[in-house]
């Protein structure tokens, strides 16, 4: 990775522009570190201030660079490191940047935020952010629901609904907001969710005797499994009967079950949880469909691995929430955390379910499809009941910009971007905060049948495992051969 460096001159002000060549996951989250650091769309790099305090911190961040080869004295090759000084001249413009051509009807004062009606959607507010306020307002503009930079007119389009409004009212002060026009009164809580593109369905290759896998389905879904074990275990079936395609399912033999899962670990690697599912899918189809359960038996079961679950540390899970700017971003990754909830059940929870009176809220429909009641802290509670103000969900305890569940995948990138910025374990996933939850009550003396009640763990062997990584008590062992006189 080639970092390349050189002096700009934006908006009347010296800045630094950073150019990278190639990719490199880690580089947004270090120029986020950096107090004034931009993204620039037009140019494709960042920027940041041309100060003494901020070229230290960014030459800490980025010991290896290079100045842009035409900002270098002739016969030269010295390094930023060595040569302090940039030299004046801006680099030439790229050829796909466009120059501004400010739209009359948008208005830019130059020390408020200039709000205006978007001149190409009647729906969006154009939002004018000056130079001088990047620094300290960005961020804030960046947590509108549905805000997006306009590179042409250089402004934020932000949705003209009441809970943008809200937003701006919550987050700004009213002499800071400069408006073009009188909002209306009539304005719709939340824009209507437009019509999108269905996702094209899986291309699945049906099995000679694809009637088998249907009759499968049927079965779990009358015992009422998730649509998400059907699915895996319909996969599962499939491949084993298309593996035996000049075969009838009834007919395959136990040699052939064993021979198809030795060639899957031989040949394909499986882990033991793929093929563990793909024995349950096999036994599934043959003691409730064929009625063939002597065939299915006493099959070999892997020997499952003792994994011990990733725990973020205490200091971690700090750096990973002030990571998050977003109010609504934030409260979802407390809440996870604090009540040692799943992704599905973070998702899941609906308002009615918050009892902060007891100090708790009420999961219903975990795994298992068991309901339980666990922690709800006074201190989530607290920037629970400001994100519930500013955004006013109708049902969800956690709704989309234009209403409806929140989506898995949105909390995962979520907490992606939040381990990026926050530099914790690159390991660790949205689940890693319910391990951490569990770790942290033993650590601090919580007795475990306390924990696997808020867990929701039917055995208590299942939360056993985390005495196995707590490090309660460490301090007073030593090694035995600290004792020996060698």
Same mark, same amino acid.
């Given at each position: 990775?080639?970092?390349?460096?050189?002096?700009?001159?934006?908006?009347?002000?010296?800045?630094?522009?950073?150019?990278?060549?190639?990719?490199?996951?880690?580089?947004?989250?270090?120029?986020?570190?950096?107090?004034?650091?931009?993204?620039?769309?037009?140019?494709?790099?960042?920027?940041?201030?041309?100060?003494?305090?901020?070229?230290?911190?960014?030459?800490?961040?980025?010991?290896?660079?290079?100045?842009?080869?035409?900002?270098?004295?002739?016969?030269?090759?010295?390094?930023?490191?060595?040569?302090?000084?940039?030299?004046?001249?801006?680099?030439?413009?790229?050829?796909?940047?466009?120059?501004?051509?400010?739209?009359?009807?948008?208005?830019?004062?130059?020390?408020?935020?200039?709000?205006?009606?978007?001149?190409?959607?009647?729906?969006?507010?154009?939002?004018?952010?000056?130079?001088d306020l990047v620094p300290q307002h960005l961020h804030t503009v960046k947590n509108i629901h549905g805000r997006r930079w306009n590179p042409e007119q250089k402004v934020w389009e932000v949705p003209y609904t009441r809970l943008t409004l809200r937003f701006l009212d919550k987050h700004f002060p009213s002499d800071l907001l400069k408006w073009a026009f009188t909002p209306a009164d009539d304005l719709p809580e939340r824009l209507p969710e437009l019509e999108r593109n269905q996702p094209k369905?899986?291309?699945? *290759?049906?099995?000679? #005797?694809? +009637?088998?896998?249907?009759?499968? /389905?049927? &079965?779990?879904? $009358?015992?009422?499994?998730?649509?998400?074990?059907?699915?895996?275990?319909?996969?599962?079936?499939?491949?084993?009967?298309?593996?035996?395609?000049?075969?009838?399912?009834?007919?395959?033999?136990?040699?052939?079950?064993?021979?198809?899962?030795?060639?899957?670990?031989?040949?394909?690697?499986?882990?033991?949880?793929?093929?563990?599912?793909?024995?349950?899918? *096999?036994?599934?189809? #043959?003691? +409730?469909?064929?009625?063939?359960? /002597?065939? &299915?038996?006493? $099959?070999?079961?892997?020997?499952?691995?003792?994994?011990?679950?990733?725990?973020?540390?205490?200091?971690?899970?700090?750096?990973?929430?002030?990571?998050?700017?977003?109010?609504?971003?934030?409260?979802?990754?407390?809440?996870?955390?604090?009540?040692?909830?799943?992704?599905?059940?973070?998702?899941?929870?609906?308002?009615?379910?918050?009892?902060?009176?007891?100090?708790?809220?009420?999961?219903?429909?975990?795994?298992?499809?068991?309901?339980?009641?666990?922690? $709800?802290s006074e201190k989530v509670w607290e920037k629970l009941k400001d994100y519930i103000e500013t955004y006013r969900p109708i049902d969800w305890g956690f709704e989309g910009q234009t209403g409806g569940q929140y989506s898995d995948r949105s909390v995962q990138e979520i907490f992606t971007r939040a381990k990026l910025r926050s530099?914790?374990?690159?390991?660790?996933?949205?689940?890693?905060?319910?391990?951490?939850?569990?770790?942290?009550?033993?650590?601090?003396?919580?007795?475990?049948?306390?924990?696997?009640?808020?867990?929701?763990?039917?055995?208590?062997?299942?939360?056993?495992?985390?005495?196995?990584?707590?490090?309660?008590?460490?301090?007073?062992?030593?090694?035995?051969?600290?004792?020996?006189?060698?």
């Amino acid at each position: 990775m080639k970092i390349i460096v050189s002096k700009v001159v934006r908006d009347s002000q010296e800045r630094i522009t950073v150019r990278n060549e190639g990719f490199d996951g880690t580089i947004p989250a270090k120029m986020k570190q950096i107090p004034g650091a931009r993204w620039s769309p037009e140019q494709r790099c960042w920027h940041i201030p041309y100060t003494s305090e901020i070229w230290e911190q960014f030459k800490g961040l980025f010991p290896d660079f290079e100045v842009a080869p035409e900002h270098l004295p002739p016969q030269s090759t010295t390094s930023v490191a060595v040569q302090e000084e940039l030299p004046q001249t801006a680099p030439p413009p790229r050829p796909d940047s466009k120059p501004l051509n400010p739209h009359p009807g948008i208005l830019r004062p130059e020390t408020r935020i200039g709000i205006s009606r978007s001149p190409d959607n009647d729906q969006q507010l154009a939002l004018h952010l000056p130079p001088d306020l990047v620094p300290q307002h960005l961020h804030t503009v960046k947590n509108i629901h549905g805000r997006r930079w306009n590179p042409e007119q250089k402004v934020w389009e932000v949705p003209y609904t009441r809970l943008t409004l809200r937003f701006l009212d919550k987050h700004f002060p009213s002499d800071l907001l400069k408006w073009a026009f009188t909002p209306a009164d009539d304005l719709p809580e939340r824009l209507p969710e437009l019509e999108r593109n269905q996702p094209k369905p899986d291309v699945v *290759i049906p099995a000679r #005797y694809e +009637a088998a896998v249907v009759a499968l /389905e049927q &079965v779990l879904t $009358l015992k009422r499994y998730s649509w998400r074990t059907v699915k895996a275990y319909k996969n599962c079936f499939r491949q084993f009967i298309r593996h035996y395609d000049d075969v009838r399912p009834r007919e395959i033999t136990r040699k052939q079950i064993n021979d198809y899962l030795t060639m899957l670990i031989r040949e394909r690697n499986i882990s033991v949880s793929h093929q563990s599912q793909i024995l349950s899918a *096999i036994k599934m189809f #043959y003691a +409730a469909v064929a009625e063939q359960e /002597e065939k &299915v038996q006493g $099959l070999f079961q892997p020997k499952k691995q003792q994994k011990l679950p990733n725990v973020l540390l205490e200091s971690e899970v700090t750096a990973l929430l002030r990571a998050v700017d977003n109010p609504k971003h934030r409260c979802i990754l407390m809440l996870i955390y604090s009540a040692g909830l799943r992704l599905g059940e973070a998702i899941g929870l609906r308002l009615s379910d918050l009892q902060p009176e007891q100090n708790r809220l009420f999961v219903r429909g975990g795994k298992g499809k068991k309901d339980r009641c666990t922690l $709800l802290s006074e201190k989530v509670w607290e920037k629970l009941k400001d994100y519930i103000e500013t955004y006013r969900p109708i049902d969800w305890g956690f709704e989309g910009q234009t209403g409806g569940q929140y989506s898995d995948r949105s909390v995962q990138e979520i907490f992606t971007r939040a381990k990026l910025r926050s530099m914790v374990n690159p390991s660790a996933t949205v689940h890693t905060l319910r391990h951490s939850f569990a770790t942290h009550l033993l650590e601090k003396g919580v007795d475990l049948r306390y924990i696997q009640e808020l867990l929701g763990h039917e055995s208590s062997k299942t939360t056993e495992i985390y005495t196995h990584i707590t490090h309660k008590g460490w301090d007073k062992i030593k090694s035995p051969i600290d004792d020996l006189d060698i």
